[in-house]
């Protein structure tokens, strides 16, 4: 019995100790593309069109504004894309991805209607890719337009 509580606390302390963190391409913008590209099962832009937060759970909270209360959060999304053009991968006109949102474990939150450059990983057993905060994954905005240029030259060297 003193070995399995033993073993539980060493658990909750490495649970508690687990933290999101990144280790990022010191090179050129080309050269962090391309290792991401060469990384990734799937490149592409999408447009999220459907997003549905999993597992919820609900905290305690204290802020200025409201006090103390009650906020609901997620542990996990899923996401349905629709895929406006892509660079490599199988993936179809329609995918899912399925990340782990909850605090400290490197997921990707995607909002509805936005369009996204996506750096994929998977699929899983259930078909969905992943993501994450590490990856090159980001909101489309006109600060990606080298990075797309560059991924459309990876293509005609690929």
């Known amino acids: 019995m003193k070995n399995v509580l033993v073993l539980l606390l060493l658990m909750l302390a490495t649970t508690k100790a687990v933290a999101c963190s990144c280790a990022f391409h ?3 913008l080309e050269e962090a593309v391309i290792e991401s590209y060469q990384n990734a099962s799937a490149v592409v832009l999408a447009t999220a069109e459907h997003v ?3 597992e919820p759970f609900v905290s305690d ?7 103390h209360h009650k906020e609901t959060y997620y542990n996990k999304q899923r996401t349905q894309f629709v895929a406006l053009k892509s660079w490599k991968g199988e ?6 991805t399925e990340i782990v949102i909850a605090c400290c474990m490197c997921g990707y939150s995607f ?3 936005e369009n996204y450059l996506l750096y994929l990983h998977g699929t899983d057993k259930n078909g969905y890719f992943s993501t994450s905060s ?3 994954t980001k909101k489309a905005t006109a600060k ?8 459309s030259k990876i293509g005609l060297i690929g």
């Open 26 to 28: 010191d090179g050129t």
């Open 52 to 54: 549905e937060n999993l």
């Open 61 to 67: 909270v204290w802020s200025e504004e409201k006090g």
């Open 91 to 96: 993936h179809g006109k329609r995918f899912f």
């Open 111 to 113: 909002e509805e209607g």
């Open 134 to 136: 590490c990856s090159r």
């Open 144 to 151: 990606i337009e080298m990075e797309l240029e560059i991924l």
